[in-house]
Nanobody, 121 residues
Framework: QVQLVESGGGLVQAGGSLRLSCAAS????????MGWFRQAPGKEREFVAA??????YYADRVKGRFTISRDNAKNTVYLHMNSLKPEDTAVYYC????????????????WGQGTQVTVSS
């Protein structure tokens, strides 16, 4: 069982930056695919970014603005968000899984509770 706890959400103006953190339990953190999803009001949850070992993956709409990274010594994954736009407003969820990234992008095994990110125009 893996438990995930997100932090770092908040209110920011358009063009600003935020860093989300996700602390994970478990001894095999480094072997998991870790990532972030988001869900805006009235919309389906969508994939944002993932990291498997040191390889990163991004949704097209955040590529070049967001950076995912991990610190295996701290069992923590980060999402650095720059040049934020009002359309980035959503609840951001940390997720963890095993196996192929293609599977993780649709059905991660573990979810955090989510953290709200609001970008004002």
């Amino acid at each position: 069982q893996v438990q995930l706890v997100e932090s770092g959400g908040g209110l920011v103006q358009a063009g600003g930056s935020l860093r989300l953190s996700c602390a994970a339990s478990g001894r095999t953190f480094s072997t998991y695919v870790m990532g972030w999803f988001r869900q805006a009001p009235g919309k389906e949850r969508e994939f944002v970014a993932a990291i498997r070992w040191s390889t990163t993956y991004y949704a097209d709409r955040v590529k070049g603005r967001f950076t995912i990274s991990r610190d295996n010594a701290k069992n923590t994954v980060y999402l650095h968000m720059n040049s934020l736009k009002p359309e980035d407003t959503a609840v951001y969820y940390c997720a963890a899984g095993e196996g192929a990234v293609e599977v993780f992008r649709t059905t991660p095994r573990y979810w955090g509770q989510g953290t709200q990110v609001t970008v004002s125009s």
